[in-house]
């Protein structure tokens, strides 16, 4: 009766130290990955347990990328602080542990003597024991919880950096670089921090317990330490049989259940087509289809790991017996005291957790490589300037920012400029090829374009209309030639960082507007659409529909000069017609999902209106008022010519032609020609045929303002 109960009783203090070593977050981690699951590859699947010494170094060489800035962040010193501080409370509660074993071996030794006054005493001990040893764990654990979100919170900063620089986020999401950043950055991010805290507080917690009880074991009775090795070590080969396969269907669950994730968003997102197109039944077959992937992968894996749990759980039930019947027979000749046999179940409970480290954990380890795969493939990516299609990587087309002043006299094709208007931007020999596959889509391309020099880009659809505004604006590099954009303001100049690598100034919002063809709507307030992107406003959450209660908005310091009033905003939606839109959502400060509530002329209405407040140099519009009637479409062009912006456009309609100076006409380009497939036109020549329609139509509008 007493071998029976006596284990169970003196298993409390243990239990403490249990949480030491498969701490909530690790244990939450390990379940949270198994059930919920997120997207992993195959060939982070590999990482884990690697056959090879080499998988193993590189696995811990980018363990050691992906952990090390926040170390030697302007945070360290706090952070380095922080870290001793859990460790210190880690090594008083393995102290405490040690105490609650000897105060176990003399409680059940009063208890096996039927020494009443010696077993109060004891209780009494044991009581005071646990009121000041419990307050160390639980700090101990909030300490390690606050710091590893101190640690994600420095680190989810540092990754959105480097995720929004150069466009990274628009490489990645155009070429197919990685599957899902947006996970790695919330979920994967999470959990490194949290495991890997946990791991190393588990892995120093385990050094520290095998030195302090391997002590106690072996004066109680070597043998039993040896049992313990052969049992620990048995116990993680065979675990790591078991589980190989579960680490591949564990991968495999996380993808599928960010495809199901993904194709429900898709839905949202795109709610109106699906709606218009009746598209319902096709959606519903296609999510249950992923659905039913993830959930036949997921029975797979709830098989794999029951047969691994039978062994795990025989594994860790055999241990409260084992010790026991290996000193029992020393009990029964009188060669130790019964608390002996408590002393020893609790040292032996303590070292085999420290070895079996991988039994234990098993799921987390394997979702834990998972992690540091995903984080470090992610960090190479955003730290090397790897988005380059190895193809390319000989010539591409260079684009520099550079001053007016530093705008040359000479035009491109090396004769004396006869303009007197400054130069904005000069395009030189410029071959513009897709990034994916290298296909041409202009040839040879030279243009210069000076201040009220509009542009119109003109040609078949797919011919690289598009593609020539994606070159100037960074984002696609593939071809050769040179782009340079002059930029005037002294202030803009000065507000760029220096990019060495480059050798070129970045592109600075306030001078250069792109309007892309489909209108963006930011999430948030009528105010924050305007303000997009040259001010940036957080605004505190306002119901959809509701009007702001006359708080102001939340500034976030970034960017404060010449801010636009309230009169601005409401003056600028006026000149673009939307004046109405205030009265009609609520005010400039009501929440609404905009690319829903507006029509798609609406938003274009009020990309222009970003444009008329952000008053930038050069405007480059792709389409931009492809959703318009030919009225409103006249009079957004005459607003921003009268605000003095020169304009690229890029359309298809005629009409546009009256609103610009020149006509650049690219068409298909042949693949076998390498011959130039552009031309120019000046709309003001007067052999030219837009120069007579423009004639004609001035003429025609001058006689209709003549009275009769
Ligand atoms: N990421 C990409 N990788 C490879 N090819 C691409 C990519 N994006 C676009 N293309 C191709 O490049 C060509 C030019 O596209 P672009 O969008 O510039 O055309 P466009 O002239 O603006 O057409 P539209 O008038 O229809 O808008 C198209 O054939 C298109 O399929």
Redesign the pocket.
């Known amino acids: 009766m007493m071998l029976i109960t006596a284990p169970v009783f003196a298993t409390f203090p243990q239990l403490l130290l249990r949480r030491d070593r498969s701490p909530p977050s690790l244990r939450h981690e390990s379940t949270h990955r198994r059930k919920i699951g997120r997207f992993r590859t195959v060939s982070a699947a590999s990482s884990l347990l690697p056959h090879k010494a080499s998988e193993l170094k590189s696995l811990s060489k980018r363990f050691w990328k992906v952990a090390k800035p926040f170390w030697f962040s302007d945070d360290k010193d706090q952070a380095r602080l922080r870290l001793a501080a859990v460790f210190a409370l880690t090594l008083a509660t393995t102290g405490i542990s040690v105490g609650f074993n000897f105060l176990g071996r003399d409680f059940y030794n009063a208890l096996a003597n039927k020494d009443q006054e010696q077993f109060t005493k004891q209780l009494f001990y044991y009581l005071c024991a646990f009121a000041g040893g419990i307050p160390f764990f639980v700090l101990r654990d909030y300490a390690k919880e606050t710091l590893s979100l101190r640690w994600r919170s420095w680190m989810t900063k540092y990754y959105l950096q480097r995720y929004l620089k150069d466009q990274s986020f628009y490489k990645i999401q155009?070429q197919s670089m990685i599957d899902n950043p947006d996970q790695r950055i919330v979920d994967d991010l999470s959990s490194f921090t949290g495991t890997a805290l946990s791991f190393s507080l588990t892995l120093f917690s385990a050094t520290i317990d095998l030195i302090s009880f391997s002590n106690i074991l072996f004066t109680i009775y070597p043998p039993l330490f040896l049992v313990l090795l052969l049992y620990s070590f048995g116990g993680t080969a065979i675990s790591v049989f078991l589980g190989k396969g579960l680490v591949n269907l564990n991968f495999l669950q996380e993808k599928k259940e960010a495809d199901f994730r993904y194709s429900l968003v898709r839905v949202r997102e795109n709610a109106e087509s699906i709606a218009f197109y009746g598209g319902e039944q096709n959606e519903m077959q296609l999510l249950l289809q992923r659905f039913r992937s993830a959930f036949d992968n997921l029975t797979e894996l709830l098989i794999a790991s029951r047969n691994l749990e039978f062994f795990t759980d025989g594994y860790r039930y055999l241990i409260q017996i084992l010790p026991a019947a290996v000193v029992a027979p020393m009990f029964f000749s009188g060669k130790i005291e019964f608390g002996v046999i408590n002393q020893s179940v609790s040292a032996f409970n303590h070292i085999l957790g420290d070895f079996s480290l991988v039994v234990y954990q098993f799921q987390a380890i394997s979702a834990f490589s998972a992690v540091i795969d995903r984080l470090g493939e992610f960090d190479d990516l955003l730290d090397n300037n790897i988005f380059r299609d190895p193809s390319h990587t000989l010539e591409e087309i260079e684009l520099t920012y550079q001053s007016a002043g530093r705008s040359s006299l000479l035009d491109s094709n090396g004769s004396i400029q006869s303009r007197q208007n400054e130069k904005l931007l000069e395009i030189e020999k410029l071959t513009l090829q897709?990034?994916?596959?290298g296909?041409t889509?202009v040839h040879n391309l030279s243009v210069d374009i000076y201040d009220k020099d509009h542009l119109l880009i003109m040609?078949p659809?797919?011919?690289?209309?598009?593609?020539l505004l994606r070159a100037m604006a960074g984002l696609w590099r593939s071809g050769k030639g040179k782009i340079t954009f002059y930029i005037n303001s002294q202030d803009a100049i000065t507000q760029e960082k220096y990019d060495s690598q480059e050798n070129s100034k970045k592109r600075s919002s306030g001078d250069i507007l792109f309007l892309p063809?489909r209108p963006y709507m930011v999430l948030g307030t009528l105010r924050q659409q305007l303000l997009y992107p040259a001010w940036s406003t957080t605004m505190e959450a306002t119901p959809a529909g509701s009007k702001r209660d006359g708080s102001k908005p939340l500034d976030d310091g970034t960017d404060k000069s010449n801010k636009p009033t309230t009169d601005d905003l409401m003056r600028t939606l006026e000149n673009v017609r939307l004046g109405h839109i205030v009265d009609r959502f609520g005010g400039l400060d009501s929440l609404h999902e905009w690319a829903s509530v507006l029509s798609l002329g609406e938003q274009q209405r009020l990309a222009f209106a970003r444009l008329l407040l952000s008053e930038p140099k050069l405007a480059l519009l792709d389409?931009s008022t492809s959703a318009l009637d030919e009225a409103n479409e006249a009079h957004l062009y005459q607003q921003i010519k009268s605000a003095g912006i020169t304009y690229i456009s890029?359309g298809h309609r005629q009409t546009l032609t009256k609103f610009h100076e020149k006509i650049l006409h690219i068409s298909t380009a042949d693949p076998k020609s390498m011959e130039r497939n552009w031309r120019m036109e000046d709309t003001n020549a007067k052999d030219s045929l837009y120069g007579t329609l423009k004639q004609q139509e001035e003429v025609q509008s001058e006689s209709r303002s003549k009275p009769d």
């Not at 897709?434 to 596959?437: I, Q, R």
């Not at 659809?461 to 593609?467: D, E, F, I, L």
């Open positions: 155009s897709t990034p994916t596959n296909t889509l040609g659809s797919g011919s690289g209309k598009t593609s063809q389409e890029i």
